[in-house]
C-alpha cells in the first residue's frame, strides 16, 4: 500500500484534501477513487485513508481507522556528523533515516570539504528533512528523525546540553557517546556497547573524510566521548555511521 507522509493533522472519519506535494505523488500513481493509500504525519502511528477524488490539481481522501504502529530500532541514536562532500550527505540522511537514527546533527570542522551557511545552509535543511520523509514513506517508519540547524564542531561541543545529557547520574537513561575513530588500537563499539548495556540512548560522532584534528579529537574526549573503531578496516566517513547505526538497529 502507498505510504504518504501529511504535514496535516489527522482524524479518523475527516474528509480531507490533501497537500499539493502528497497529491502529485498520488496522481503519479495514477490511483483512482476508492483505492487505499497509508498516511502519517509523525505524531505516531499511521492511518488507512480511502480516496474519494481524483481532480486534476486536488486529490480528496476519507480518513479511516489509525492504526498505533511504529517501526523504530531498538536504541536511540543520535548521529552528529561532520558533513561528506558532494551528494553523500543526502545518501547518509537516506540511509540512517532508514536504519532508524532518531537525531542528525550536521556539523563542520576544521577539515570539512563543504561549507554552508546562511541561506544555503537553510536550504539544504530543507531538502535533508524532505530526503529523510521520503526515507520514511519507503522504509515504514512513523516517526520522522529531527535533524538539526548546521554547527561548528567546536561550537557544538563546548554547548552545555552536551555535558548535561553525557553526564546524566540516572543509569537508566545514561547517554553513551563515542566518536568513531580510524584507529584500530582504540576500543572496538561492540565491547563498549556490551559494558555500557543500560545505555539506551547513543551520541555518535562521526568526523569528515579527513578526520577529526587532534585538537578537535581531545576537545570530545574531554567532553566524554569514547574513542571507537569499527574493525580493522578504514571505511569511508558515510559508511563508517552507517555502520555504527546497523549495529544499533538490529541489536535488542
Same mark, same amino acid.
Given at each position: 500500500?502507498?505510504?504518504?507522509?501529511?504535514?496535516?493533522?489527522? &482524524?479518523?472519519?475527516?474528509?480531507?484534501?490533501?497537500?499539493?506535494?502528497?497529491?502529485?505523488?498520488?496522481?503519479?500513481?495514477?490511483? &483512482?477513487?476508492?483505492?487505499?493509500?497509508?498516511?502519517?504525519?509523525?505524531?505516531?502511528?499511521?492511518?488507512?485513508?480511502?480516496?474519494?477524488?481524483?481532480?486534476?490539481?486536488?486529490?480528496?481522501?476519507?480518513?479511516? *481507522?489509525?492504526?498505533?504502529?511504529?517501526?523504530?530500532?531498538?536504541?536511540?541514536?543520535?548521529?552528529?556528523?561532520?558533513?561528506?562532500?558532494?551528494?553523500?550527505?543526502?545518501?547518509?540522511?537516506?540511509?540512517?533515516?532508514?536504519?532508524?537514527?532518531?537525531?542528525?546533527?550536521?556539523?563542520?570542522?576544521?577539515?570539512?570539504?563543504?561549507?554552508?551557511?546562511?541561506?544555503?545552509?537553510?536550504?539544504?535543511?530543507?531538502?535533508?528533512?524532505?530526503?529523510?520523509?521520503? *526515507?520514511?514513506?519507503?522504509?515504514?517508519?512513523?516517526?520522522?528523525?529531527?535533524?538539526?540547524?548546521?554547527?561548528?564542531?567546536?561550537?557544538?561541543?563546548?554547548?552545555?546540553?552536551?555535558?548535561?545529557?553525557?553526564?546524566?547520574?540516572?543509569?537508566?537513561?545514561?547517554?553513551?557517546? *563515542?566518536?568513531?575513530?580510524?584507529?584500530?588500537?582504540?576500543?572496538?563499539?561492540?565491547?563498549?556497547?556490551?559494558?555500557?548495556?543500560?545505555?539506551?540512548?547513543?551520541?555518535?560522532?562521526?568526523?569528515?573524510?579527513?578526520?577529526?584534528?587532534?585538537?578537535?579529537?581531545?576537545?570530545?574526549?574531554?567532553?566524554?566521548?569514547?574513542?571507537?573503531?569499527?574493525?580493522?578496516?578504514?571505511?569511508? *566517513?558515510?559508511?563508517?555511521?552507517?555502520?555504527?547505526?546497523?549495529?544499533?538497529?538490529?541489536?535488542?
Amino acid at each position: 500500500m502507498p505510504r504518504f507522509y501529511c504535514a496535516q493533522a489527522l &482524524q479518523t472519519g475527516a474528509s480531507m484534501e490533501l497537500s499539493a506535494t502528497t497529491a502529485r505523488h498520488v496522481q503519479v500513481l495514477r490511483m &483512482q477513487p476508492g483505492q487505499t493509500i497509508t498516511l502519517f504525519n509523525g505524531a505516531g502511528g499511521e492511518f488507512e485513508a480511502v480516496i474519494e477524488h481524483m481532480g486534476r490539481q486536488d486529490v480528496r481522501v476519507l480518513v479511516g *481507522a489509525h492504526q498505533a504502529i511504529e517501526r523504530e530500532a531498538p536504541h536511540q541514536v543520535h548521529l552528529a556528523v561532520v558533513m561528506p562532500a558532494n551528494d553523500r550527505m543526502d545518501w547518509l540522511v537516506e540511509k540512517a533515516t532508514e536504519l532508524g537514527v532518531q537525531r542528525i546533527t550536521p556539523l563542520m570542522s576544521q577539515h570539512s570539504v563543504l561549507r554552508l551557511q546562511g541561506e544555503r545552509a537553510d536550504k539544504k535543511l530543507a531538502h535533508w528533512l524532505a530526503v529523510a520523509i521520503s *526515507a520514511c514513506e519507503q522504509c515504514g517508519r512513523n516517526t520522522l528523525p529531527h535533524i538539526e540547524p548546521l554547527q561548528n564542531l567546536s561550537t557544538w561541543l563546548q554547548g552545555d546540553w552536551v555535558a548535561n545529557l553525557i553526564n546524566t547520574k540516572d543509569a537508566r537513561s545514561a547517554t553513551q557517546a *563515542a566518536v568513531l575513530s580510524l584507529h584500530p588500537s582504540t576500543q572496538d563499539l561492540s565491547e563498549l556497547a556490551t559494558t555500557k548495556h543500560q545505555s539506551t540512548y547513543w551520541l555518535l560522532l562521526n568526523g569528515p573524510e579527513g578526520g577529526l584534528t587532534d585538537e578537535e579529537d581531545t576537545l570530545a574526549r574531554v567532553k566524554g566521548f569514547a574513542a571507537v573503531n569499527l574493525g580493522a578496516r578504514v571505511l569511508r *566517513a558515510e559508511t563508517a555511521a552507517l555502520a555504527a547505526l546497523a549495529y544499533f538497529n538490529l541489536r535488542g
